[in-house]
């Protein structure tokens, strides 16, 4: 029964205070002030606006097309310098080799860093028979066992054997492992 006092008491005191606040401002307790309206610009203020937007956005494109046309004039001007570099240099170069002495310029294709091999790769009962073309002393049968762990592993070990390591070859392990792929989804 105490605590029923209690409750009623707490009811009286907070109804107290919600009048108390209603009188000192004017409303009700948790009564918020409605939103403010944002103010529209007017159409004249729009208009102008929109008018320099439009003309800024004209300029944008008018100067990313002189930049577009000085590239590719840049471009014209630069491949017509190299075409006539590689000409006259050309003829340098031929008598520098002729003469056996290095040319100090340098530009146009580089020379391939490796020698161009390719692998002759035929299905066997007991596996692949692997061979670089015009090197007989190089065939080899791979079984199908080792083919099955790792065909990329089984072709960078021959590659490895017979042609040097991949630091100085480049990827011929991988043009192999590629060959023996493709003998070994064939019928």
């Known amino acids: 029964m105490a605590k029923a006092k209690k409750k009623k008491a707490g009811k009286a005191s907070t109804k107290k205070q919600a009048k108390a606040t209603k009188a000192k401002t004017g409303k009700p307790k948790g009564a918020t002030a409605p939103a403010q309206k944002k103010k529209k610009a007017p159409a004249a203020e729009l208009t102008t606006l929109k008018k320099k937007a439009e003309k800024v956005r004209a300029e944008l494109v008018k100067a990313e097309n002189e930049a577009n046309a000085l590239r590719m004039q840049a471009k014209s001007v630069e491949s017509v310098a190299k075409k006539a570099y590689a000409e006259v240099v050309a003829p340098y170069r031929e008598a520098c080799r002729r003469a056996g002495v290095e040319c100090e310029f340098a530009g146009g ?3 391939s860093v490796t020698e161009r091999v390719g692998f002759l790769v035929e299905k066997t009962n007991g596996g692949i028979r692997v061979m670089i ?8 049968v791979i079984p199908l066992k080792v083919l099955k762990e790792s065909i990329s592993k089984a072709a960078y070990a021959y590659t490895d054997k017979h042609l040097g390591p991949k630091e100085k070859i480049g990827n011929k392990g991988g043009g192999l492992s590629n060959r023996l792929r493709t003998v070994l989804t064939k019928k």
């Open 109 to 111: 294709k580089a020379g």
């Open 133 to 140: 073309k015009g090197r007989p002393k190089t065939e080899k």
